[in-house]
């Protein structure tokens, strides 16, 4: 089976970047083409990487980025395009490319809580995909980096009934881009306060866990309230959660709910897809960015696991703390998750 023709948005940035690595060499699509800034167009990806460890391949490394324009980008006639543009460039590309014709897997905001937008984690909501299928253009969106983690923590817990959610985050740096929170402000120092993030965060949730209706997602009637915070890491955005559940449930029960939690990305065995999903940690001090954040088997699902730990258990009310990868899972390999679920539904 010959692979789709894929371009990449924004390949310059550091989820662009992740996009780049993980499909250099994938199965299901080809990169003929890279869409960067005026500033980076003509230069080769090798000149702008800014990942300090990476696995994008040699003839990609070597591929010279093109101008972003509409005309250009509808003129190739790609198979599927992945965005990873900021947001103010996403707002006047995105929807004028899907009226196009064209498939759109975006990582960026403004299109996330368009009701006929699926918002997917593909192992929370890959349901929601189907709201696009029939479709010539369309855009499906993967959520902000922390509420994706979020839903990886309660979708094992949703049979047990989800009624709210607290939720503290300790977001790693890179989530700010590149080059991000100025040095003499992060080093030593937490920041309470991360601009529109706790707001994507409890109006996402909803959605995710909302119902598909006559081609839009209703929400979900979950309440979440959030506070967020820039910590001095790298990489590795962490979450103490708090869950309030329609049940008394006990210990084994929920430890039993994430171990044993699958579905349907490892029903296929997809490319991009953890052997399991959410990895559960018994020791008193994990997860830790620097021994979890690259979680996941086999190597080409590295990074797309979530870990969870810190479990604790009363009554109806659960406590843990959950790591994910916010460039990997939170960003570009969520977003090539969904495309690798519709492909493999032969959607696209």
């Known amino acids: 089976m010959s692979k789709l023709r894929t371009a990449v948005l924004g390949a310059g940035g550091i989820v662009g970047q992740r996009f780049c690595e993980m499909l250099s060499s994938h199965p299901y699509f080809d990169i003929p083409d890279i869409y960067g800034s005026e500033r980076s167009a003509g230069r080769p990806l090798s000149e702008v990487v800014i990942l300090p460890e990476h696995r994008i391949g040699e003839e990609l490394l070597q591929m010279k980025m093109k101008a972003l324009t509409e005309e250009a980008v509808k003129r190739e006639k790609y198979d599927v395009?992945?965005?990873?543009?900021?947001?103010?460039?996403?707002?006047?590309?995105?929807?004028?490319l899907c009226s196009s014709g064209n498939r759109v897997f975006t990582n960026a905001s403004p299109n996330r809580m368009k009701p006929n937008v699926p918002l997917v984690v593909p192992e929370v909501n890959h349901e929601h995909l189907s709201a696009v299928e029939?479709?010539?253009?369309?855009?499906?969106?993967?959520g902000n980096c922390s509420a994706i983690g979020l839903a990886m923590g309660l979708k094992p817990l949703e049979r047990f009934g989800l009624r709210s959610v607290e939720v503290t985050t300790l977001q790693a740096l890179s989530g700010a881009g590149?080059?991000?929170?100025?040095?003499?402000?992060?080093?030593?120092?937490v920041i309470p306060f991360i601009d529109s993030e706790e707001e994507k965060l409890q109006q996402e949730i909803p959605k995710m866990f909302g119902n598909l209706a006559s081609g839009e997602i209703l929400p979900s009637g979950?309440?979440?309230?959030?506070?967020?915070?820039r910590v001095p890491v790298r990489d590795g955005h962490m979450e103490s959660v708090t869950v309030q559940l329609g049940q008394a449930v006990t210990f084994p029960e929920v430890a039993d709910a994430f171990s044993s939690f699958r579905s349907l990305p490892q029903e296929l065995s997809l490319?991009?897809?953890p052997l399991r999903p959410v990895i559960l940690r018994m020791e008193r001090n994990r997860p830790q960015p620097l021994l979890d954040v690259n979680a996941g088997e086999p190597f080409s699902a590295r990074g797309m696991a979530a870990t969870v730990g810190r479990l604790r258990v009363e009554g109806s009310t659960v406590r843990f703390v959950i790591l994910t990868h916010n460039t990997i899972r939170g960003a570009a390999g969520g977003s090539l998750l969904n495309a690798e679920i519709m492909h493999a539904r032969k959607v696209l």
């Open 222 to 229: 979950i309440i979440v309230r959030a506070t967020c915070t």
């Open 178 to 189: 590149y080059p991000g929170v100025p040095s003499l402000d992060a080093s030593g120092n």
């Open 271 to 273: 490319p991009s897809a």
């Open 81 to 96: 395009i992945f965005s990873a543009l900021p947001s103010d460039a996403a707002l006047r590309f995105e929807e004028d």
């Open 134 to 142: 029939g479709r010539k253009g369309f855009i499906v969106a993967n």
